[in-house]
């Protein structure tokens, strides 16, 4: 069994940056793709990013893109999102993901591991 943690979140203003962090147990993740999704009041969870087992892929969604950045350090067993430039619309729950089989998973179906979320809020 895989757990994720996710920390990192917090109170920025517009403009700003943060860089939430997951960490996982298990001797199995450095094989798993880790996704990142968030979910604001009232919304459905959405794709933000993710990146392959080695690091080697990432994709994002088009609202992120050229502001976010997901990167891994497998001997930590951990997996970071990167947010720069924040937009008052970046505001959520942010929840790390694993998959276990090979592909980039673009759909919350495609996990099969979950955290329990953080907070990010985006203020003017």
């Known amino acids: 069994q895989v757990q994720l943690v996710e920390s990192g979140g917090g109170l920025v203003q517009a403009g700003g940056s943060l860089r939430l962090s997951c960490a996982a147990s298990?001797?199995?993740?450095?094989?798993?793709?880790m996704g990142w999704f968030r979910q604001a009041p009232g919304k459905e969870r959405e794709f933000v990013g993710a990146?392959?087992?080695?690091?080697?892929?990432?994709y994002y969604a088009d609202s992120v893109k050229g502001r976010f950045t997901v990167s891994r350090d497998n001997a930590k067993n951990t997996v970071y999102l990167q947010m720069n430039s924040l937009e008052l619309e970046d505001t959520a729950v942010y929840y790390c993901?694993?998959?276990?089989?090979?592909?980039?998973?673009?759909?919350?179906?495609?996990?099969?591991?979950w955290g329990q979320g953080t907070q990010v809020t985006v203020s003017s």
């Open positions: 993901a694993g998959r276990r089989v090979a592909g980039l998973g673009l759909n919350v179906r495609d996990y099969d591991y």
């Open positions: 298990g001797r199995t993740f450095s094989s798993f793709t």
């Open positions: 990146i392959s087992w080695r690091g080697g892929s990432t």
